[in-house]
C-alpha cells in the first residue's frame, strides 16, 4: 500500500509498504516470481524557499531465506539552487546491513552537480564518500571508500 499527505504547500508526507514484490524471470510459467522480501520507505519533503529543497527518507527491506537479511537506510538530502536549470544535491545517510549474522554501519556523504544541458554540450559531477562505522566487509575488492563520477559530452 501507499499512503500520502500534503499538510501544506510546503510538507509532504509518503510511506510505502510492499511485500513480495514480483522479480521478472524468465523460465516460469507467469514470467515471474515473488521475492521473499519486505519493504518499508517512509519519506518527507520540504520546500518553503524555491530555492532550497529538503527531502528525508527512512528504507529497510527485510529479507527471511538469504544471507543479506536486513538493510536499513536513513537519508537526508539538500537541494540548493533548486529552482535554476543547474541544481547542487548535498546528500547524507546511514546505512545499516545484517548479512549472515554480522551487523555493518557506515555513513555516506555526497554532493552531485547536473548543469543545464545547453545545445552543444551537457556535463555532470558528483563525489560521493563511505565511511565505516563497524563491520566493514573484508577481502571485497569491488568495495571502494570513494566514488566520483562526471560526465561531459560535446555535439559537433
Same mark, same amino acid.
Given at each position: 500500500?501507499?499512503?500520502?499527505?500534503?499538510?501544506?504547500?510546503?510538507?509532504? *508526507?509518503?510511506?510505502?509498504? *510492499?511485500?513480495?514484490? %514480483?522479480?521478472?524471470?524468465?523460465?516460469?510459467?507467469?514470467?515471474? *516470481?515473488?521475492?521473499?522480501? @519486505?519493504?518499508?520507505?517512509?519519506?518527507?519533503?520540504?520546500?518553503?524557499?524555491? @530555492?532550497? =529543497?529538503?527531502?528525508?527518507?527512512?528504507?529497510?527491506? =527485510?529479507?527471511?531465506? *538469504?544471507?543479506?537479511?536486513?538493510?536499513?537506510?536513513? @537519508?537526508?538530502?539538500?537541494?540548493? %539552487?533548486?529552482?535554476?536549470?543547474?541544481?547542487?544535491? %548535498?546528500?547524507?545517510? %546511514?546505512? !545499516?546491513? =545484517?548479512?549472515?549474522? !554480522?551487523?555493518?554501519?557506515?555513513?555516506?556523504?555526497?554532493?552531485?552537480?547536473? !548543469?543545464?544541458?545547453?545545445?552543444?554540450?551537457?556535463?555532470?559531477?558528483?563525489?560521493?564518500?563511505?565511511?565505516?562505522? !563497524?563491520?566493514?566487509?573484508?577481502?571485497?575488492?569491488?568495495? @571502494?571508500?570513494?566514488?566520483?563520477?562526471?560526465?561531459?559530452?560535446?555535439?559537433?
Amino acid at each position: 500500500y501507499s499512503l500520502s499527505y500534503r499538510a501544506n504547500n510546503f510538507l509532504s *508526507v509518503e510511506h510505502k509498504l *510492499v511485500t513480495n514484490p %514480483l522479480q521478472d524471470r524468465g523460465g516460469v510459467l507467469l514470467g515471474s *516470481v515473488p521475492l521473499d522480501e @519486505r519493504r518499508s520507505t517512509w519519506g518527507a519533503k520540504y520546500q518553503n524557499d524555491p @530555492r532550497m =529543497k529538503f527531502d528525508l527518507s527512512w528504507n529497510e527491506i =527485510k529479507r527471511d531465506n *538469504v544471507r543479506d537479511e536486513l538493510r536499513r537506510e536513513a @537519508r537526508f538530502n539538500a537541494t540548493i %539552487l533548486a529552482d535554476s536549470p543547474s541544481p547542487i544535491d %548535498l546528500t547524507y545517510s %546511514l546505512q !545499516q546491513w =545484517k548479512r549472515n549474522g !554480522q551487523s555493518s554501519l557506515a555513513h555516506s556523504y555526497g554532493i552531485s552537480f547536473f !548543469q543545464r544541458p545547453g545545445p552543444n554540450q551537457t556535463m555532470s559531477f558528483s563525489l560521493e564518500h563511505l565511511q565505516w562505522g !563497524q563491520g566493514r566487509p573484508e577481502n571485497n575488492p569491488f568495495l @571502494r571508500d570513494w566514488k566520483m563520477r562526471f560526465d561531459y559530452s560535446v555535439r559537433f
